[in-house]
């Protein structure tokens, strides 16, 4: 603790004549029915010209909030004060007439869902136009013009047939493209992009992320990346905030906040990823608890009960945003600061340093989680005997969807091929992962082999026993055996029931009601949650919580197959991790075997021990884990693998890459022959006539290729990726 | 869409098949058409009776009834509605169901599209106006009204306001407002500009009870659907581009917010009819409201029932009408 | 659609606050919840007290009065208020405040056998179409067309017409609910279309559910919001209809009475005898006013999505 230099100071702001965007004491406030609500507290930060600044948190930390405050786009319920001056001029207290100058000219904004943010009524042209006309005195036709320019800069193809087209007949990618688009129209000195790739698969947001990056290149505009993804951040920015509660905690080069973190938020945050470039052995590292209610904020520093290292000074004093304690850089713009009484603790500490390996909740008493974690921490026994026998298995699986119109009448008017001959085979006490981006017909698949959908053709077995064949009354007792784990743990449990009501209902459906209670007391506890809150509601949880609730219930049966339907995309990095761990323990106690649907390759490699690749219904390529991820030989596993940002700045910025083109084809009408040769680097870049030709007449089949796992190209090459 | 519109109407007519049923059974079972002559004093002979029975098919069973109402087929050339017959009245061969029910509808149309008009008009601005200041002390006046227009009784309303517009001829000895009929009584030596005079002025009370209801409804309707587009994220995405808020209310929110009103009040035609057996009743005007109480009041069945019939129909027309509109209006929205 | 189905389906109200958080909650139950949540609603708590008053005025009003509804000798014809007979007396004899309680009584038992009887039959069928969907769904939501072509007021208006010798008020009501029962059976199958896809169905099947175990413990109970708030407006719809049918002729006969034919009989006195024509009209408006309050209250309260404090 040297210097105390704060931020805020007046005399740094006035010197620097390359701000152009500068946030000073920015505080937001909602009234809400239990009583003031601060989203926002003290904000404070600076963009230079050209300088790409990325905001990081999870949900509810405030930062698409104080992005939105800057734009003036807040409810008029909100009560914003402070300052944010754009090239010097004052935006917080602007009427509309005023601020709608600055807005689109000065400033831009993109938002999170592409699907959303276009009106549905005007073409993309009109809705491009616009934005010039609003600030330009050009003609209508100048203006359509410069907006087919804009399209082709943003990777449009077709720009001049795109552009009389309507929102819902473009991609998501697309329309994001659009949006950025509109953002670029009148050279604006600031782009806001809040989220601008979550809602999108990882390699369309590869690709949007380049669009981003070509409009700044373009007009010269700062950036301001606002997401919860480390990644992204890693690789596209130049500074790093860190958001936490409402307020700044930890600000600096990116290089320094990623490999030399001074608050342990940050640390914390680092430590629960799961990461490609790592060892696949080590646990993860939660943060236990959840963000504090910003309603009710702890007189202390808001993430002191998360803290491993919290002492009474944190619990009863707020710390400021100060320089961090071996703060090298002399530009004043680029100093590393952080919000934590004891950053030098922190020098050289790793994250498992501080964290504990747990997969418990936070509901239970510190102490308990710290002897757990001492013995748990131990490597996972991960290697399982390959002649274990197989539990469940899948031959030429297919399903087929209708298309029906819209409208009362709903005629079927095609077919969509969700899952085109899928075969697999999940063995005793292994963990399978399917991987594919939406649409691939992953959860298909997955709901097929629990026979909750029907199968157009092809065979599910269970324990030998065929599933296909059996109707839903005969189906029924063998359910007590495969129990499914949802994606959403808000709409997955039922609202007006109770905790024992809901994890109590297989048993009751299964007649087992009269031991129910007891039993669920023992799966509150084994899924790490207080055993005595079983009369509660489910929104008295937090996410992380009710995703545990959701895997007591399906535990209830004692089945032996869990399938796990994207069990923890929707929730925060810090509270993944916890959930991931308890998956893990549980498969080792009580032997289950996991069928792991998933679109994030990173939680795949760290969990599963093989892997199938799915694109358009088809399994691309399929191995073990390591295989898989150290010598994949399929394209497409090689561009799933290259658009994974790595939370690793010099890594992420150095790293091969493998990109794809394009949008995923309908599955009402898949490319003949093999389905990815649409968008494969591959096929389009280094095959001749004669060879593509085999890929546009022949599906490929899935074969080993000499690389020791299947792949389904017919030019499979390994490529070293990580 | 043509192809779509036909493919509408032939999942409509089964519909309207079982429709007609139900309205053919409800009638037919209620009551007796030959109630009136039965308690004539004295008694009629029992050929008269049988005559009568025979005049308006009751010496046949309820499913040949049917049967002959629907077709004509076997009848004496009166009856069949596929023949374009709508059945002997028993108000006497001077009544004819067909032409009642046409003049009928001449006269109810003009209220009721004045009524659509004058709610419409009102509902979008009562509505633009709430949604733009939600929860200030417009709003809550606004939807007080709403709330206060839905529970209002028409038939109460209509009373009080011609009450009212009586009162005001009284006190002020004028006939500023015209209380009665569609029309004045000496409509033959008009010019069409009188007459169009005499028209409008017959209008504005029976538009204003009738509209009430509708307007209500459809304030609210346009009121939430405003909200629910001034909180979408395009029209956010409007704003952050700099588009003053007045252009984005107007270009962004309105434009959009309107296409689920227009087939709200499309469908919503219909709902006004009820209002008009009221309206009509009120204001003693000539139309369908008038013909359908006069129909079930002399027990005459088979003028119910065609009226019940037509009112279905146009339900029906009504909704294939909105579900088109809905199309050409939402660019999503395309029938193949 | 009939006239009720436009008022029912205004009331669909949309989130009005999308962007707040939501509040946390303690150990409540969820009627606590609701009932803390509806009364933060001041009109509808107003018009909560006020229906109850409406309520007793008629039910236990009739048994304290010294009139009855009945022509009675000794009551004067045509009087003015007086502290005898407060909105003075008919023409036949009749004291008009006996009447007013015996008309708001008829009122409120048509209303509330509607809403009851159309709710139980329209959510279940509702939810069995919802449930099921294709096929299923199309022949039974077919069927409820043919029930929702013809406007509530001329369908009862046609067959009551023509009974004679007095239609009593639950044959009112019966005929009433055979016309009504399909609205609510269209509001709750659009919500159970939307909750059958939500996981916490798809998790009842997976554990084996039958589909019975998941309309009745599952769907029904998480549509109860709409179907509350679709009931209660019923209710208001029922009295408008019913007091409709009065006026133009057709409902409940003399010697009994109800609201609308009150009105009926004093439709030229608004300006020249008001004592007549104000109380029957205005007890109307307030039952309908306070019942649909009371709904907009339910519908804030038994919405997660509405936390902000607005009255």
């Known amino acids: ?722 | 869409m043509l192809v779509y519109t036909a493919r509408r109407l032939a999942v409509a007519i089964p519909v309207l098949l079982a429709a007609s049923v139900l309205v053919f059974l409800m009638v037919d079972l209620s009551g007796d058409p030959l109630a009136d002559l039965r308690l004539q004093q004295p008694p009629p002979s029992e050929e008269v009776m049988a005559a009568a029975e025979a005049r308006y098919y009751l010496d046949r069973s309820t499913p040949e009834r049917y049967w002959l109402w629907m077709t004509g087929i076997g009848g004496n050339g009166d009856i069949g509605l596929l023949q374009g017959e709508f059945g002997p009245s028993v108000r006497g061969g001077a009544f004819d169901i067909g032409e009642q029910l046409a003049s009928s509808i001449t006269v109810t149309l003009r209220l009721v599209t004045a009524a659509i008009i004058a709610a419409l008009g009102l509902a979008i601005l009562s509505g633009v106006v709430s949604a733009m200041r939600q929860y200030s002390k417009l709003d809550y006046t606004l939807t007080f009204i709403g709330f206060l227009a839905l529970a209002m009784p028409t038939f109460w309303l209509g009373a009080l306001i011609k009450e009212g517009g009586l009162w005001f001829n009284q006190t002020t000895g004028t006939g500023f407002f015209y209380t009665i009929g569609a029309n004045s009584a000496r409509v033959s030596n008009m010019t069409n500009w009188e007459y169009f005079l005499d028209s409008a002025g017959h209008l504005v009370l029976p538009t204003v009870t009738l509209m009430l209801t509708s307007f209500a409804s459809w304030s609210r309707y346009q009121r939430t659907s405003m909200l629910e587009v001034l909180n979408s994220d395009y029209v956010r995405l409007a704003r952050a581009k700099g588009v003053p808020n007045r252009v984005v209310v107007r270009r962004h929110a309105l434009r959009t917010a309107l296409i689920p009103l227009v087939t709200v009040a499309t469908i919503g035609v219909v709902g006004i009819i009820e209002g008009v057996v009221i309206t009509e009743t009120i204001f003693q005007w000539r139309g369908l409201g008038y013909f359908f109480i006069e129909a079930v009041k002399t027990n005459d069945a088979f003028a119910v029932m065609s009226w019940l019939m037509l009112s279905g129909t146009l339900v029906v027309l009504a909704s294939l009408v909105a579900d088109i509109l809905y199309g050409v209006l939402d660019p999503r929205i395309r029938y193949e | 659609m009939s006239e009720m189905q436009s008022r029912i389906a205004m009331s669909g109200g949309g989130p009005e606050n999308p962007e707040q958080p939501v509040a946390k909650g303690g150990d409540l139950t969820q009627i606590q919840i609701i009932w803390r949540r509806f009364r933060r609603h001041r009109a509808a708590m107003i018009s909560l007290v006020l229906l109850a008053l409406i309520t007793a005025f008629a039910f236990l009003g009739p048994l304290v009065w010294q009139w009855g509804h009945t022509v009675n000798s000794d009551i004067p014809s045509n009087a003015g208020p007086s502290w005898d007979h407060p909105f003075g007396t008919t023409k036949q004899g009749n004291d008009v405040f006996a009447q007013t309680m015996r008309g708001a009584q008829q009122s409120l038992k048509v209303a509330f056998t509607v809403a009851v009887l159309s709710t139980v039959v329209g959510a279940t069928w509702g939810a069995v179409a919802g449930y099921y969907r294709g096929r299923v769904d199309a022949i039974m939501m077919r069927i409820a067309d043919i029930f929702l072509i013809i406007p509530l007021i001329v369908a009862v208006a046609s067959i009551n017409g023509n009974v004679r010798g007095g239609a009593t008020w639950y044959a009112v009501a019966l005929i009433m609910c055979l016309f009504s029962w399909a609205t609510i059976a269209r509001v709750v199958r659009g919500v159970v279309l939307s909750l059958r896809e939500q996981e916490f169905i798809e998790a009842a099947r997976a554990a084996g559910a039958k589909a019975s175990r998941i309309i009745f413990r599952h769907l029904l109970p998480n549509a109860a919001g709409p179907i509350i708030v679709a009931a209660t407006l019923l209710i208001a719809v029922a009295v408008l209809t019913e007091a409709g049918l009065s006026f133009i002729g057709f409902g409940i006969q003399p010697p009994d009475i109800s609201l609308g034919k009150m009105v009926e009989g004093a439709r030229t006195a608004a300006f020249t005898r008001p004592w007549l024509f104000y109380p029957p009209g205005v007890l109307i408006v307030l039952i309908c006013l306070t019942i649909n309050f009371i709904g907009d209250g339910l519908r804030d309260a038994l919405d997660p999505r509405q936390t902000m404090v607005r009255r």
Do not use: W
């Open chain 1, 1 to 722: 603790m040297t210097t105390t230099e704060n931020i805020n100071d007046g005399a740094s702001t006035a010197v620097d004549k390359d701000i152009v965007l500068d946030v000073q004491d920015l505080n937001v406030t909602f009234s809400s029915e239990d009583g003031p609500l601060q989203a926002v507290r003290g904000v404070s930060y600076q963009v230079r010209r050209g300088e790409a600044l990325g905001i990081v948190g999870e949900s509810g930390s405030g930062k698409s909030v104080t992005s939105m405050a800057i734009m003036g786009l807040l409810p008029k319920t909100a009560k914003v004060t402070g300052s944010a001056r754009v090239l010097g001029q004052e935006l917080i207290g602007l009427n509309d007439a005023q601020i709608s100058k600055v807005r689109g000219e000065k400033i831009a904004m993109i938002f999170q869902d592409p699907l959303t943010s276009l009106n549905p009524v005007y073409t993309i042209g009109y809705q491009i136009a616009e934005a010039i006309l609003t600030h330009r005195k050009v003609t209508k036709q100048q203006a359509r013009e410069r907006a087919i320019e804009l399209l082709d800069k943003v990777g449009i193809p077709h720009p001049d047939r795109r552009v009389d087209q309507y929102p819902h007949e473009l991609s998501g990618g697309m329309r994001q493209r659009v949006v950025i688009a509109i953002a670029m129209a009148n050279d604006p000195d600031v782009i806001i992009a809040d989220e601008p790739t979550t809602a999108l698969d990882v390699t369309v947001q590869a690709q949007v992320l380049e669009a981003l990056e070509a409009a700044r290149q373009e007009t010269g505009a700062a950036l301001v990346l606002i997401t919860h993804d480390l990644g992204v951040v890693a690789g596209h920015v130049d500074r790093v905030a860190v958001m936490y509660a409402g307020r700044l905690v930890e600000t600096g080069t990116v290089e320094d906040v990623f490999y030399r973190p001074r608050m342990p938020y940050a640390l914390g945050l680092l430590g629960s990823l799961p990461r490609m470039d790592e060892a696949r052995g080590e646990k993860l590292t939660p943060i236990l608890g959840t963000p504090p209610s910003l309603l009710d904020l702890p007189r202390g520093c808001g993430f002191a009960p998360r803290c491993p290292m919290a002492e009474a000074l944190c619990h009863a004093e707020e710390p400021v945003l100060k320089e961090a304690v071996d703060a090298e850089e002399t530009d004043l713009h680029h100093r590393h600061m952080a919000a934590c009484h004891f950053g030098e603790r922190l020098v050289d500490v790793r994250p498992e340093d501080l964290f504990h390996p747990t997969s418990l909740d936070a509901e239970v008493p510190v102490e308990a989680v710290r002897a757990e974690g001492t013995e748990a921490s131990a490597e996972r026994g991960r290697e399982h005997e390959a002649s274990s026998e197989v539990l469940l298995s899948a031959v030429d699986l297919v399903k087929n969807f209708p298309i029906r119109s819209k409208g009362i009448l709903r005629r079927k008017i095609g077919e969509v091929q969700a899952v085109s001959g899928i075969s697999l085979e999940l063995r005793e006490h292994e963990t399978l992962a399917l991987v594919g981006e939406s649409g691939c017909g992953k959860s298909t698949t997955a709901r097929l082999l629990l026979q909750l959908i029907r199968q157009t053709s092809g065979e599910v077995t269970y324990m030998g026993q065929p599933l296909h064949t059996l109707s839903d009354a005969q189906m029924r007792p063998l359910r007590r055996d495969l129990q499914l784990v949802f994606q959403d743990p808000f709409a997955s449990l039922d609202p007006r029931m109770t905790v024992t009501d809901i994890i109590a209902e297989p048993m009751q459906i299964h007649g087992q009601g009269r031991t129910a209670k007891a039993r669920v007391k023992e799966l509150l506890e084994l899924v790490g949650l207080n055993p005595e809150h079983g009369s509660r509601y489910p929104h008295e949880f937090s996410g992380g919580q009710r995703q545990r609730i959701g895997i007591a219930r399906a535990l209830s049966l004692n089945p032996k197959v869990l399938i796990l339907d994207e069990p923890v995309s929707a929730l925060d990095v810090s509270i993944q991790a916890g959930v991931i761990n308890l998956l893990e323990d549980l498969q080792d106690e009580l032997g289950l075997s996991y069928l792991f649907v998933s679109h994030d390759l990173s939680v795949v490699r760290h969990i599963a021990d093989r892997v199938a690749v799915m694109y358009l219904g088809k399994v691309m390529e399929t191995g073990t884990t390591e295989e898989l991820f150290a010598a994949p030989a399929h394209p497409y596993t090689q561009a799933l693998i290259s658009a994974i940002p790595l939370p690793d700045p010099v890594k992420e910025r150095t790293r091969e890459r493998i990109v794809v083109t394009g949008d995923v084809p309908s599955p009402a009408d898949p490319p003949s022959g093999c389905r990815f040769r649409t968008r494969c680097p591959k096929f389009a870049n280094e095959l001749d006539d004669a060879r593509r030709n085999l890929c546009v007449e022949e599906p490929p089949e899935l074969l080993d290729r000499g690389t020791g796992h299947r792949d389904a190209c017919h030019y499979s090459q390994v490529v070293e990726l990580i």
